[in-house]
């Protein structure tokens, strides 16, 4: 890829004849220079980019061990951009970002966890301003980096199986592709599993879901449980008013307190099964909202919503 990259520039600039000799040699002195960094500094980590040509560069990857995939960091993007690598590539080389919303591509606004859900399945990193970061947010990362540090193991060096995903009938951002994306990474030993569920768009009186791990040990028994999350209340909008004594008007300042300290509880999975049930028939999740009635059993569930699921496998 690189190869061709340099060709196409040279193209421009040599003769016909020289192109292939010059392009050539300049991909092979890109690695020696690669292999003497490396070399001569290996307290340091490198990083590949190529700058805007096509990043995943084998011959690089012998001198870089992981490889920026793309400046697009949208979470919903990114999870049919990861999953295309996945088909050439271990998610262990692929840098994931968890960035600031709106996303400074695509001006989309997706939920924080979502943002690292999906980079968490890569090698994790943040690039948000923590100094403007709301506590609660802050809060969240700090839980979320906990969160991935007890489970990096199995992420980075786990096998990953792919599910149902956004390309299934075209591209993530077409009208005629999948609803939803699919991943399990699952540890060498198959003891730990880690999956991940993500909704594209919400659509009306489609509350039941199910999730489908791959990779697990059909004999063996797991627990299967979620993280147990805790909602802005002012994600439900006017629906407050429909348990509220007093009115409260979208945005004002009691509208504020209230989500201060009032916070919605999220639904929880925690149930145990064998692993040849939990692949064949699959998880029924709880259901998602549906427009009247919300409590800690119903799930919240909007746009690129996701849910990460852990799976632990049981001795007794």
Same mark, same amino acid.
């Given at each position: 890829? =690189?190869?061709?990259?340099?060709?196409? #520039?040279?193209?421009?600039?040599?003769p016909?004849?020289?192109?292939?000799?010059?392009?050539?040699?300049?991909?092979?002195?890109?690695?020696?220079?690669?292999k003497?960094?490396?070399?001569?500094?290996?307290?340091?980590?490198? *990083?590949?980019? $190529? $700058?805007?040509?096509?990043?995943?560069?084998?011959?690089?990857?012998?001198? %870089?061990?992981?490889? +920026?995939?793309?400046?697009?960091?949208d979470?919903?993007?990114? $999870?049919?951009?990861?999953?295309?690598?996945s088909?050439?590539?271990?998610?262990? !080389?692929?840098?994931?970002?968890?960035?600031?919303?709106?996303?400074?591509?695509?001006?989309?606004m997706?939920?924080?966890?979502?943002?690292? &859900?999906? $980079?968490?399945?890569?090698?994790?990193?943040? *690039?948000? @301003?923590?100094?403007?970061?709301?506590?609660?947010d802050?809060?969240?990362?700090?839980?979320?980096?906990?969160?991935?540090?007890? +489970?990096?193991?199995?992420? &980075?060096?786990?096998s990953? #199986?792919?599910?149902?995903?956004?390309?299934?009938?075209?591209?993530?951002?077409?009208?005629?592709?999948?609803?939803? &994306?699919? +991943?399990?990474?699952?540890?060498?030993?198959?003891?730990k599993? !880690?999956?991940?569920? =993500?909704?594209?768009l919400?659509?009306?009186?489609?509350?039941?879901? #199910?999730?489908?791990?791959?990779?697990?040990?059909?004999?063996?028994?797991?627990?299967?449980? @979620?993280?147990?999350?805790?909602y @802005? !209340?002012?994600?439900?909008?006017?629906?407050?008013?429909?348990?509220?004594?007093?009115?409260?008007?979208?945005?004002? !300042?009691?509208?504020?307190?209230?989500?201060? %300290?009032?916070?919605?509880?999220?639904?929880? *999975?925690?149930?145990?099964?064998?692993?040849?049930?939990? =692949?064949?028939?699959?998880?029924?999740?709880?259901?998602?909202?549906?427009?009247?009635?919300?409590?800690? &059993?119903?799930?919240?569930?909007?746009?690129?919503?996701?849910?990460?699921?852990?799976?632990?496998? =049981? @001795?007794?």
């Amino acid at each position: 890829d =690189m190869n061709r990259i340099v060709t196409d #520039y040279y193209s421009k600039i040599l003769p016909p004849e020289r192109q292939g000799e010059v392009a050539h040699r300049y991909v092979l002195g890109l690695y020696r220079c690669m292999k003497e960094l490396t070399e001569r500094f290996p307290e340091i980590l490198f *990083e590949g980019c $190529a $700058a805007g040509g096509n990043r995943f560069d084998l011959g690089i990857l012998s001198y %870089f061990p992981q490889i +920026w995939a793309s400046d697009d960091t949208d979470a919903l993007c990114r $999870a049919e951009i990861q999953t295309g690598y996945s088909y050439g590539y271990p998610m262990s !080389v692929v840098s994931a970002h968890v960035s600031s919303c709106p996303n400074h591509q695509t001006l989309r606004m997706t939920p924080l966890e979502t943002r690292f &859900q999906v $980079a968490a399945f890569g090698i994790c990193g943040y *690039e948000c @301003n923590f100094c403007d970061m709301k506590k609660e947010d802050f809060d969240a990362v700090k839980a979320q980096i906990a969160l991935y540090k007890e +489970w990096r193991k199995v992420l &980075q060096t786990g096998s990953f #199986y792919r599910g149902r995903n956004f390309s299934d009938q075209g591209s993530v951002l077409g009208s005629s592709a999948g609803n939803i &994306q699919e +991943w399990t990474c699952v540890s060498e030993d198959r003891e730990k599993a !880690v999956g991940f569920l =993500m909704q594209k768009l919400v659509s009306p009186n489609t509350q039941f879901e #199910y999730y489908r791990p791959n990779g697990l040990n059909p004999e063996a028994r797991y627990r299967f449980y @979620n993280r147990s999350l805790k909602y @802005n !209340v002012k994600e439900f909008g006017d629906l407050v008013n429909t348990v509220a004594p007093v009115h409260i008007r979208q945005d004002s !300042v009691a509208h504020n307190l209230i989500a201060k %300290f009032v916070k919605m509880d999220g639904e929880a *999975e925690d149930f145990c099964a064998y692993g040849d049930a939990l =692949m064949y028939a699959g998880v029924k999740l709880k259901q998602a909202f549906g427009g009247t009635g919300y409590n800690e &059993q119903i799930r919240h569930f909007p746009d690129f919503a996701s849910r990460m699921y852990f799976m632990e496998q =049981m @001795n007794d």
